[in-house]
């Protein structure tokens, strides 16, 4: 007798695996991250800074999409480690434009290994990353495209 098809079962959902990944994941960077003193979303946001160097509030939440209420005091905390500067604007005050530091910068050369533990860690081949990575973004856009 053949099993019917159950829209519930855990087996059949995508969404799970790719929750425990992510769960996994952000677990395997805590103890890498604890020795720079950055929780997992603080490295994200000093990765997004490593890159752009500088950025306001608003432009960092969408590309990293996280809300204003994730984001201050995050800033906040990376300020008093002396990682950012939050200035506001002086054409508008109600933007609040973040820099790396100096201090900050310096972070990054702290943090250049812990990309390659966590590649070592996941275990997948080059190619499978990079189909892995092009398959979430795709779902990412596919989700923004259906609000």
């Known amino acids: 007798m ?6 519930l079962s855990l087996k059949n959902q995508l969404c799970f695996p790719i929750y425990l990944c992510s769960k996994e994941i952000v677990r395997r960077y805590a103890p890498r991250l604890e020795k720079l003193d950055l929780t997992y979303t603080q490295y994200v ?11 306001n509030v608003k432009d ?42 100096e201090k900050g910068m310096a972070l990054r050369d702290e943090a250049l290994d ?4 966590m590649a070592q860690c996941i275990g997948l081949t080059e190619s499978e990353a990079e189909t892995l990575y092009k398959l979430l973004y795709k779902i990412l856009m596919n989700m923004e495209r259906s609000e």
């Open 45 to 55: 946001v000093m990765m997004y800074l490593w890159e752009k160097g500088e950025s």
């Open 2 to 7: 053949e099993k019917k098809y159950e829209p």
């Open 114 to 117: 812990v990309p390659c533990c």
């Open 60 to 101: 960092m939440g969408g590309a990293l999409l996280l809300d204003s209420g994730t984001l201050t005091p995050l800033l906040k905390k990376l300020e008093a480690k002396e990682y950012v500067t939050r200035v506001r604007s002086k054409e508008d005050e109600r933007v609040l434009n973040v820099a790396i530091t």
